[in-house]
């Protein structure tokens, strides 16, 4: 398949380049700076609108692996206003612009399961340390939650993989769980959130649907 990847120098964004050539897919890359990430990159900011679609036109689907980096987290947990993102929604945005200009449907982006506090979750995670965790992050989950909105209302066919804290392991076997947290699921490294998000393109039944992942 043919794949633009958003994102695609971060940890995750790295790990679906190499994973999808490893594939066989024919990776495209944008990048706000030149990177050297093996595969074709387009240079381009989010409000480039020319370019984003010049990026994705002739696409099977879009990966969108944008996301804040950690210095930026650290940033935000201090009380730095100048910290505040809205990279997610922006890409949203930007990314399903692009997409309805050229005529892609399908698009699968990453979100978080920390965002959201349901039934998967036992009754310690649920009523305890999420409320406190939404209150380290509320900025980043109000932004993932946008973005969220953004594409559900866009009329394309998406999917949210959402995983629990990030690590840099190995890929190795994981649970999916559809629209619910993953009961106990605590970690997933970034190689199997790329994992699951290329996964996602030979799943039709999650279309529309968010994806939860986890060991």
């Known amino acids: 398949m043919k794949l633009t990847v958003f994102g695609a120098t971060g940890g995750i964004g790295r790990q679906l380049i190499r994973l999808g050539q490893e594939r066989g897919h024919e990776m495209t890359a944008v990048a706000r700076r030149p990177a050297d990430l093996?595969?074709?990159v387009v240079v381009a900011d989010l409000d480039d609108a020319e370019a984003?679609?010049?990026?994705v036109a002739g696409r099977d689907a879009?990966?969108?692996a944008l996301g804040i980096r950690p210095a930026e987290m650290k940033a935000r947990r201090v009380g730095d206003p100048?910290?505040?993102s809205t990279v997610q929604a922006d890409g949203a945005r930007a990314e399903a612009a692009a997409m309805r200009a050229t005529g892609v449907r399908r698009i699968i982006s990453v979100d978080a399961a920390g965002r959201v506090a349901d039934s998967g979750d036992g009754v310690v995670m649920r009523y305890v340390a999420k409320p406190l965790v939404h209150r380290i992050f509320r900025e980043g989950f109000t932004d993932l939650t946008v973005a969220e909105g953004v594409l559900r209302d866009s009329g394309l066919d998406w999917t949210l993989i959402a995983p629990p804290r990030l690590t840099d392991g190995p890929n190795r076997p994981y649970r999916t769980v559809l629209d619910v947290n993953v009961r106990g699921g605590r970690l997933l490294s970034r190689a199997d959130v790329a994992d699951a998000m290329l996964r996602a393109l030979a799943e039709p039944g999650w279309i529309h649907?968010?994806?939860n992942v986890a060991y």
């Open 38 to 40: 093996g595969c074709d």
């Open 209 to 211: 649907r968010r994806v």
């Open 82 to 84: 100048g910290a505040r």
């Open 62 to 64: 879009v990966l969108s």
């Open 52 to 55: 984003l679609a010049a990026a």
